[in-house]
């Protein structure tokens, strides 16, 4: 058991290590400036809570206000959109719309927004629970510019505390004589506005993703003050490319050392030839990073010692 928790503890310390490498400087609010007259314009807010926690389970709650059909559309939209972006494990939507009707249905209704997140989380066993709001303006497209037509406010709070971790806001303004507002256009909505969001994650440094495997070593060897990698090939080119960190003992920062790009069905190689004292033991661990920047949980540390050079 003592083992299991050094283990434990570890990885932890890993992670806290990993998530500070990769937080990088940017401004946390970004908005689109520039935007054709049916262009959504989305605004993100990123959180600290957001880098510096990684959330395993998340539910996404029905979206309130509005059309309840468009919220119902919407809420099935990011659900559907949110799953593809692979950045969290997320519960089904049929299980937290049960709740989420038998609980608002109920004679005790919370006092509060917080509350509402905070008994969620406790009910479906979720870090993170995800709710929105849905606004629709006038469909008049003379008058669209003063008042928006759709307007959509999703955020995540931590379930553990109640804290807001993001907050996502589109607003589609003008709409042309000829359109309906339909499955198709919020489908679109959705996924434009989830693949921002994830972009100014990345960008943020909230980067990792549990629903991504972690590389697959083949082997590795001490090499000349360094070491080399082998990889297992990624049979479906998820990964766009793979790093390699290093460490000079448990618990320290790792650095990246190494950055090759997956370009084929062959095994990646990934080579540390930045030295180091003959005989001295460097801890080493490979991130795996998609096209859209989302990161692999690493792999457990593994400690080679440095083989003399020549």
């Avoid at 935007?35 to 809570?49: A, C, N, Q, S």
């Avoid at 807001?164 to 996924?191: C, H, M, N």
């Avoid at 000349?224 to 390699?244: I, K, M, N, Q, S």
């Avoid at 080493?284 to 920047?293: C, L």
């Amino acid at each position: 058991m003592n083992r299991i928790r050094a283990r434990c503890k570890s990885f932890l310390s890993l992670l806290s290590c990993l998530l500070i490498l990769f937080s990088f400087s940017h401004p946390l609010i970004a908005q689109d400036n520039d935007h054709g007259p049916e262009t959504p314009r989305f605004t993100v807010t990123i959180h600290p809570l957001a880098r510096t926690t990684i959330y395993n389970r998340v539910a996404l709650l029905p979206l309130s206000g509005g059309d309840k059909d468009i919220a119902d559309q919407l809420t099935r939209s990011f659900h559907s959109s949110l799953l593809k972006s692979k950045k969290y494990s997320l519960l089904p939507l049929s299980a937290s719309t049960e709740w989420f009707d038998n609980f608002s249905g109920g004679k005790k209704q919370p006092s509060s927004a917080e509350n509402l997140i905070i008994r969620a989380g406790t009910a479906l066993k979720c870090r993170g629970v995800i709710s929105g709001e849905v606004i629709l303006g006038n469909r008049d497209p003379a008058v669209a510019a003063t008042s928006p037509f759709l307007r959509v406010i999703l955020k995540m709070n931590d379930a553990g505390n109640g804290g807001e971790v993001w907050r996502l806001r589109a607003v589609v303004e003008k709409v042309p004589d000829t359109y309906r507002l339909g499955s198709r256009f919020i489908q679109e909505v959705a996924s434009l506005a989830v693949n921002r969001l994830v972009a100014e994650m990345v960008a943020a440094g909230d980067r990792f993703s549990t629903q991504l495997p972690q590389p697959r070593i083949f082997s590795f060897q001490g090499n000349h003050g360094g070491a080399t990698f082998y990889l297992r090939p990624d049979p479906v080119l998820l990964f766009a490319r793979y790093c390699l960190l290093r460490a000079p003992g448990k618990g320290e920062i790792f650095t990246t050392v190494a950055s090759v790009r997956n370009k084929s069905r062959q095994a990646t190689i990934l080579v540390d030839n930045r030295g180091g004292d003959p005989g001295s033991t460097f801890y080493y661990t490979v991130v795996g990073i998609t096209s859209s920047g989302l990161a692999s949980l690493p792999v457990p540390p593994l400690a080679i010692p440095a083989s003399p050079g020549e």
